[in-house]
């Protein structure tokens, strides 16, 4: 007798289905009939973002391996949870509904379809009971909840900056969007721009986001990768006077220990000190086409290594050196950015690679003060900067201390004469949460001009701005006709009156709702919550004691696992939501997953699967020809 792998497998995932094999008893109605839970294990897998074409193999091999930890767990008399659903909102189904003509609504039904179909195919011990789809409104109405309390608390802020703007995707971007200067979704150089937005204030949890790597139990090139973005630099802020000028050029350096072989000072285009001191500049204009120039690379132009440096010396103005007390000049040059540090730089071209090189094109002194050869008299000829440690020489009564210990004393010596403050800094930025396009949760909030003008919110440092009560959400995403990118910096959400014309709830004036749409990362920042929530078709709310019982039971997750690609994404955001719910009262944990995993990756033709470069191998053929359990 031939064996027939489809005859089989569909046989019995109807068997699992109706017999709900796979489904955790929550709640009582569940329970009836089935024994009484008593160890849970919640085994996660990163839900899937349902592209028009499908799930690939290196999806399946992503859930499958997953799939096989739960079902060890599962022999080992765990009760096991391992939900799905999809990640549908976002930049990706719009670009692809707007390439085919269709509306993101209507494609992401049909991509829902054949996603679920194939997943189901694919043999996993899903509880399809609890699946949910993060385009659902009864999904982002908790989206939107969450965005709620945190302008409520006053995590969430708008405010105006130069933020990444993608020409393609004519949308801002979060600095982790931005790879190597490009947009992480469509490749296209990433520009800035002057725009205002939402925020979360993430950077308020940068250290404990930092120190709680050293106690979670993941893969480790996900802490190394998380630990360099936050990148947690402890040095000092440093004063360089300018004389008859009655505001000093504020510098952070980790390197107190180099300042004796300060030469210049560098500042970025973006600097305030630029535009007030335009009036003793003597070569404004050269400056001005200068700063103009600039804005039009990105950032990674400014700061890529081997390219030649440029810059511009203003003249009229010098800084002092507050260790030597010599006039140095300054100077404005792309390759210091605004956002970094204070946006200026004192230059140390013996020992900094890119100091050495602008000031080896500007003509400018190039002063050793780390000798590899203390004691002895003589310093080598430097042919490039020396960035090793040694001791310091030609640097007054710190000569001959090591440099490490050095950049406390110096530090504190200048601290003493009111020239330097200890400081800690962080490369972490605030997440951008607001996007001007269509297919996303909307923000909901309102903001009210008669309120504004009175001095009236829902807090005093913002106010106008309300947030939507809790009972009117969620703020539905209209279906309009017309929804591709204005380009105008506004979503194509403010040119529809009937959605964004609204009373004040405070006044009861005509007022604007908010036409931003939510980030998509906000939506699975914390839809590990939403699968219990989902257990009981949404009738569980964060808040209630009946989700606290179900959480304290389920939760944080035991076992999650997906992409590396995720990193400083996905899985930094959703650490952050957590961390505040947690601080806001709605949930008992800090950290979401007890463990975490990153898969590896399959390549076809020498690359990562992807749609994009037409390398995907579908395993619908597979399965046909060999079933699900072989391909497994």
């Known amino acids: 007798m031939k064996y027939n792998p489809q005859k089989i497998e569909k046989k019995w995932q109807k068997i699992w289905q109706k017999k709900r094999v796979y489904e955790p008893n929550f709640t009582p109605r569940q329970a009836r009939g089935k024994k009484k839970l008593k160890r849970p294990f919640y085994n996660l897998m990163m839900f899937p973002y349902p592209s028009a074409e499908g799930l690939h193999v290196g999806n399946m091999y992503a859930f499958v391996g997953a799939d096989i930890h739960g079902r060890f767990k599962r022999m080992q008399g765990y009760d096991v949870f391992e939900p799905i659903g999809l990640d549908g909102f976002g930049i990706h189904s719009e670009n692809y509904a707007l390439k085919i003509g269709k509306h993101p609504a209507d494609q992401a039904k049909i991509s829902e379809k054949n996603f679920y179909r194939q997943l189901r195919m694919i043999g996993n011990g899903f509880a399809w009971e609890e699946r949910l789809e993060t385009y659902d409104p009864e999904y982002y109405k908790w989206t939107q909840w969450i965005f709620v309390q945190m302008f409520k608390s006053g995590l969430a802020y708008r405010k105006k900056q130069a933020v990444n703007w993608c020409p393609s995707c004519k949308t801002v971007l979060a600095d982790e969007q931005v790879i190597a200067g490009e947009c992480e979704r469509c490749g296209t150089t990433v520009v800035k721009k002057e725009l ?277 959400l969620p703020v539905k995403l209209p279906h309009i006709k017309d929804f591709r990118p204005t380009g105008t910096e506004k979503s194509p959400l403010a040119i529809v009156e009937k959605f964004f014309k609204v009373r004040c709830p405070k006044c009861k004036s005509w007022a604007r709702r908010e036409t931003d749409v939510c980030d998509t990362f906000l939506d699975s920042s914390w839809y590990y919550l939403g699968y219990l929530m989902a257990s009981e078709n949404w009738k569980l709310k964060i808040e209630n004691s009946t989700f606290s019982r179900l959480a304290r039971k389920w939760l944080p997750v035991d076992m999650y696992i997906g992409g590396a690609e995720h990193a400083v994404l996905h899985l930094l955001y959703v650490r952050f939501v957590a961390m505040a719910l947690r601080d806001l009262g709605f949930i008992h944990f800090e950290e979401p997953f007890k463990k975490f995993r990153a898969h590896g990756l399959l390549i076809k033709d020498g690359a990562k699967m992807s749609k994009s470069k037409g390398n995907v191998v579908n395993p619908d053929e597979y399965i046909r020809a060999y079933g699900a359990d072989t391909l497994r």
């Open 196 to 472: 205002e937005q939402w925020f979360f204030k993430i950077t308020d949890y940068a250290e404990r986001l930092l120190n709680n790597l050293e106690k979670i139990d993941w893969s480790e090139k996900i802490k190394v990768a998380q630990r360099n973005w936050i990148g947690k630099s402890e040095g000092a802020v440093v004063k360089f006077p300018i004389p008859n000028f009655q505001f000093p050029i504020e510098v952070f350096t980790t390197r107190a220990d180099t300042l004796f072989g300060a030469t210049y000072v560098v500042l970025a285009p973006e600097h305030s000190k630029i535009e007030n001191l335009k009036l003793q500049i003597e070569n404004w204009e050269e400056v001005k086409r200068y700063i103009a120039g600039a804005k039009n690379k990105s950032e990674a132009e400014r700061i890529a290594e081997g390219l030649e440096k440029t810059g511009v010396e203003i003249k009229g103005i010098k800084a002092t050196n507050p260790a030597t007390g010599e006039e140095i000049p300054i100077f404005v040059a792309d390759y210091v950015l605004a956002g970094y540090g204070t946006g200026a730089i004192m230059a140390v071209p013996a020992h900094d690679q890119r100091d050495f090189e602008f000031a080896k094109k500007f003509n400018l002194p190039i002063k050793m003060v780390i000798c590899p050869n203390y004691p002895e008299p003589k310093c080598p000829v430097l042919e490039r900067a020396y960035e090793e440690e040694g001791y310091l020489v030609a640097s007054n009564e710190f000569t001959g201390m090591f440099c490490q210990k050095a950049k406390n004393a110096i530090a504190e010596w200048l601290a003493k004469k009111d020239l330097a403050e200890k400081k800690t800094t962080f490369r972490l930025r605030d997440w951008l949460i607001s996007r001007q396009r269509y297919w996303g949760a909307p923000i909901p909030l309102i903001f009210c001009e008669t309120c504004r003008h009175e001095g009236r919110g829902e807090r005093k440092d913002m106010p106008g701005w309300h947030a939507v009560m809790e009972k009117d």
